[in-house]
């Protein structure tokens, strides 16, 4: 589509990506799916992880669906709306002791306030390179480095007059950096998690940006506003001093050797 493919074509030239950013779209009707889409069970015989499904469309641009049946982590069968987790059900008591939180109490709680979408509207996730989507996405999920972020964050102020506000959890990370984009219409920024790590692959350094639908034309602004203003990721590189101060013993063997020498670090004692 039109629109995706010129954000694809602007974060490459604005903040130098490395890979084309994820397309993701929930599914609630299944002729929607192109008829390129990888079904994990069906066409790989295996279960996926939704980061090894986000790592196939962002690194081998692999169109894939992913329906209930076809998951092998259990945050995003709730997250994404595959199932309720009610707090006196066999799957709620299972994930209790685990989540991390010592407190009975504050832990239950906190599974009761994952993000997630209402239960039983969608049939699956649609995943996809952007620039390659031939659908309209609810949400773009960009795998980007610091110093990227930081290009994308410039271009988002331009256009809102203001600093941008997250929240962060170490873990899930496809739950807590990408459902809140499409419940409230946020932008989101998260780490890859050690799922996402361990078994997608995907870098330490990386950081996850997710745009959601309702601000794309806002985040396409501010990126095009950084190229007129000649500020991408390019433009901003390290400072070097030429002739900086060196130890004295840099000196002493360049006037030996009748070439020119400068000032002593008065700092390094020899």
């Not at 081998?60 to 006196?88: F, N, R, S």
Request: hydrophobic share 40%; aromatic share 12%; net charge negative.
């Amino acid at each position: 589509m039109e629109q995706n493919n010129r954000l694809s074509e602007l974060l490459k030239n604005t903040i130098g990506q490395r890979y084309d950013a994820i397309a993701l779209k929930m599914i609630a009707d299944e002729t929607e799916i192109p008829k390129n889409a990888v079904y994990p069970l069906r066409d790989l015989e295996q279960h996926l992880a939704l980061c090894q499904a986000f790592a196939l469309s962002r690194r081998e641009g692999k169109t894939v669906y992913m329906q209930k049946q076809d998951h092998w982590c259990w945050a995003p069968l709730i997250a994404y709306g595959q199932y309720e987790l009610h707090k006196d059900s066999e799957a709620f008591n299972a994930l209790l002791p685990v989540i991390g939180i010592p407190d009975p109490e504050a832990a239950a709680a906190f599974i009761e306030n994952i993000p997630h979408l209402p239960t039983g509207v969608y049939q699956g996730i649609l995943t996809a390179p952007l620039g390659s989507a031939g659908f309209e996405p609810d949400v773009i999920v960009i795998n980007c480095r610091n110093a990227e972020l930081r290009t994308i964050l410039f271009g988002i102020k331009t256009q809102t007059g203001q600093t941008m506000k997250t929240e962060f959890d170490a873990i899930d990370s496809c739950v807590w950096g990408i459902i809140p984009a499409i419940t409230k219409g946020e932008y989101r920024v998260s780490f890859p998690d050690p799922g996402d790590f361990q078994r997608a692959h995907t870098s330490e350094d990386d950081v996850i940006f997710a745009v959601p639908k309702a601000r794309f034309a806002e985040f396409e602004k501010g990126l095009q506003t950084l190229a007129q203003m000649g500020m991408v990721h390019s433009f901003f590189q390290p400072g070097m001093e030429y002739d900086f101060v060196r130890p004295a013993f840099y000196n002493r063997m360049f006037k030996a050797w009748g070439l020119d020498v400068g000032k002593n670090d008065p700092n390094c004692p020899f």
